[in-house]
C-alpha cells in the first residue's frame, strides 16, 4: 500500500485548502482512510475518518463543521476539503490507511504542510 498526499500550502486564517491523497495497492472498500496531523511540539491526532464498508466519516470535535473528508473509489484518492481554517491548524498533515477490522492505522503517507497565518 502506497500513499501519496498532497495539497498543503500556506493559506490565511478563514481561507481553504484542499488536501488530497492518492493511495495504490488498495481498495478502498476493505479499508478506512483517514487524515492525521501533528503540530508542532504537539501529538498526532486524528482529524477525519471514513470509511466505505460502513458508509460512516467521523470528525476531530474540533474541525467539525469546517472539514469534510470524502473519497473516489474509481480514483482510489481520499480528500479532505478545509474551510474556515485557523493558526490552531497549523500542522503537518498525514493521510492513513487500516484495514476495515483493524484497530491501528497500518499505513502511512509522507505528510503535507499546512501553515494558517493570523
Known amino acids: 500500500v502506497q500513499l501519496q498526499a498532497c495539497g498543503g500550502g500556506l493559506v490565511q486564517t478563514g481561507g481553504s485548502l484542499r488536501l488530497s491523497c492518492a493511495a495504490s495497492k488498495i481498495a478502498f472498500s476493505d479499508y478506512i482512510m483517514g487524515w492525521f496531523r501533528q503540530a508542532p511540539g504537539k501529538e498526532r491526532e486524528s482529524v477525519a475518518e471514513i470509511s466505505w464498508s460502513g458508509g460512516t466519516s467521523t470528525y476531530a470535535d474540533s474541525v467539525k463543521g469546517r472539514f469534510t473528508i470524502s473519497g473516489d473509489n474509481a480514483l482510489n484518492t481520499v480528500s479532505l476539503q478545509m474551510n474556515s481554517l485557523k493558526p490552531e491548524d497549523t500542522a503537518i498533515y498525514y493521510c492513513?490507511?487500516?484495514?476495515?477490522?483493524?484497530?491501528?492505522?497500518?499505513?502511512w503517507g509522507q505528510g503535507t504542510q499546512v501553515t494558517v497565518s493570523s
Open positions: 492513513a490507511a487500516k484495514w476495515k477490522t483493524s484497530y491501528k492505522y497500518n499505513y
